[in-house]
């Protein structure tokens, strides 16, 4: 009789646990924001099949896996924010669970941490909340190379299958792919430079997929086939994902538009920071202890930015490709640095090294929190602030208390060395890694709620270099209110709008059905509304209009002195260049009549 293994374990339930919280932070109120310009045209797209439009009279997917997936959410419950969002969420919690696939590498206990870690990831927390491809490519690329590692290793014939559909999604996930598998191109160049005989340890891999190459390969063309045409239903799929290949090529030409790269490296600093400073960990420790697995890792993540900060049409969820290692490498990390927090002879020495760093660290925060608040107060920036000492009155220059902010953090290492030497190396050890852990883990959670939930629309947040405004459902609940008083209902008013028909404004008019977007007004129109720009403050038409502005879309500049930067590091707050609005014009005659309540 053989033993087996229960099916529920610890272990399970923990890593259900943790799909459960990573679905839960992705789908929190995932329609409660509008879709931007980027996202609507993602959407319209799908929208578009949907309703049967002309293959000429819509746009082409950038992410043949997303256009699949949004598809089949659109069928089920109908066009919303939520639903264009919805695919993405569920690849970016899916991925949570990745880490299972790696864990003979990292360790089980570091696998359950870094799938923790790649649950509250802010840069992976936002891309899972976007109308967008990107995460569709690294699940699918981090599933088909470690169901390959599964397959050579002896574990099924089965991997090899996986691997291959897998590495079809990634493939349809569109021109972040491309990114992904440079950098797994080259980092396997690099190990095959710097370490060439553990290399040679691949060779079960080249030999499973080699022998079952037909298999393999049929595999994986039929995946990305069925996902880029939607199950053979939508075969110009087939051009979005050769075109999504070549944009991302294309995006290595200069002058491509993208992102600047100071914001993709500022995204990873401020909003990413435990993984930043434990992945940055794991990979010293990486090369210090040998192991191949963490140091593959650890080039990956260092190639993956490397090209995306050369990529010129880089957008900020190219970031997923360093947040994925980086939440490895930081598991992997903080499990070995914590390697003996239970032993209760270290318990004490380490409470007061973890006390001492959260007072030490807490009062920094307040100063940086202080110097915010003037700044924020004073919109042309200040130099000094005034404080009492001693019943006198003095200046005390911003620069100064910045320097006190430096000092308290650098006083926590001096007293770690300093009880380190004297009593215990790995107390202090202990203590320091678990605050600063404590610390980290709150700024990220800080910035991933920001981002998703408290600012999502706000220009003061990186994620997003043009965002939809708060004031949208605003300008379509006044247009309803119109259309109610007009036709007898919300949605059939005829509307002329002066605007993109792939952008944020036609997906917020998809169910008005007389709506008719156009280049520019002219004095024919005579529609009971009109949306158009600020810049046509006056536009001629076929009769007289009365109008109310709404902003639909801010952004803004990382131009601010150095106080506006600490203002911006603790609140997001940024004096912020506005994009211009848009007047919704109400024919007189319809105007009046609303008024009266008629």
């Known amino acids: 009789m053989t033993d087996r293994r229960p099916v529920l374990t610890l272990e399970t339930t923990l890593y259900a646990g943790l799909f459960l919280l990573a679905l839960g932070l992705r789908l929190l109120n995932l329609g409660a924001h509008p879709l931007n310009d980027l996202e609507a045209r993602e959407a319209l797209t799908v929208l578009g099949r949907l309703r049967g439009a002309a293959p000429d009279a819509g746009l082409a997917p950038s992410s043949a896996a997303y256009f699949f997936f949004t ?140 022998a079952e190459r037909r298999a393999y390969g049929l595999t994986f063309l039929l995946s990305a086939l069925l996902i880029s045409t939607a199950g053979l239903t939508y075969l110009r799929g087939l051009g979005a994902l050769l075109d999504g290949l070549l944009r991302g090529l294309g995006g290595f030409v200069p002058g491509a538009g993208g992102r600047l790269p100071l914001e993709v490296l500022l995204f990873i600093m401020v909003d990413e920071p435990l993984l930043l400073v434990f992945g940055i960990a794991g990979a010293v420790r990486a090369f210090r202890t040998g192991s191949a697995f963490a140091q593959a890792l650890a080039w990956f993540a260092l190639v993956a930015l490397a090209l995306v900060v050369l990529h010129s049409g880089r957008s900020l969820a190219d970031v997923v490709w360093v947040s994925a290692p980086l939440a490895l490498l930081a598991g992997w990390a903080l499990v070995d640095l914590l390697e003996g927090l239970g032993e209760r002879g270290e318990w004490g020495l380490a409470v007061t090294q973890g006390v001492v760093t959260l007072a030490l660290v807490g009062f920094a925060l307040l100063n940086v929190a202080a110097l915010a608040e003037l700044s924020e107060r004073s919109p042309g920036g200040f130099t000094a602030f005034q404080t009492t000492i001693m019943g006198r009155v003095v200046e005390v220059p911003a620069m100064a208390q910045m320097g006190i902010v430096v000092l308290a953090v650098a006083l926590v290492f001096v007293i770690a060395y300093l009880l380190s030497l004297g009593w215990s190396a790995r107390a202090a050890r202990l203590g320091l890694v678990s605050a600063w852990a404590g610390v980290l883990a709150a700024a990220t959670l800080g910035a991933g709620w920001g981002v998703t939930q408290a600012r999502p629309g706000s220009p003061g947040e990186l994620w997003w270099a043009r965002t939809a405004s708060p004031e949208v459902p605003w300008l379509m609940d006044s247009l309803g209110a119109v259309s109610n008083y007009t036709v007898g209902n919300t949605t059939d008013v005829e509307v002329t709008v002066a605007a993109s028909p792939n952008g944020l404004l036609a997906w917020a008019l998809r169910d008005f059905p007389n709506a008719t977007f156009v280049d520019r007004l002219d004095p024919v129109i005579q529609s009971p509304v009109v949306i158009a720009p600020l810049s046509t403050e006056h536009p001629t038409l076929g009769s007289s209009y009365v109008g109310q502005d709404f902003f639909v879309n801010a952004t803004w500049s990382l131009d601010l002195s150095v106080t506006e930067w600490v203002t911006w590091l603790a609140y997001r707050a940024t004096p912020t260049l506005a994009a211009e609005p848009v007047i919704l014009w109400v024919r007189q005659d319809v105007a009046q009549l609303q008024s009266t309540g008629e």
Do not use: K
Not at 126 to 149: T, Y
Not at 157 to 169: D, E, V, Y
């Open 71 to 210: 598809f089949l959410a659109f069928l089920v419950a109908g066009a919303s924010d939520a639903a264009a969002r919805f695919g993405p969420a569920l690849a970016g919690s899916v991925l949570v669970l990745a880490p299972i696939l790696f864990r003979e590498h990292l360790g089980r206990a570091a696998a359950l941490t870094a799938s923790a870690l790649l649950a509250l990831s802010t840069g992976l927390l936002a891309a899972a909340r976007s109308a967008d491809g990107a995460l569709f490519a690294v699940l699918g690329l981090a599933v088909a190379v470690g169901a390959l590692g599964r397959h050579a290793r002896g574990e099924g014939r089965a991997w090899l299958f996986i691997s291959a559909a897998a590495l079809g999604l990634g493939l349809a996930g569109g021109r972040t792919f491309v990114l992904g598998l440079l950098a797994l191109v080259l980092t396997l160049l690099i190990l095959r430079w710097t370490q060439a005989e553990r290399l040679a340890g691949l060779g079960p891999v080249w030999a499973g997929v080699w």
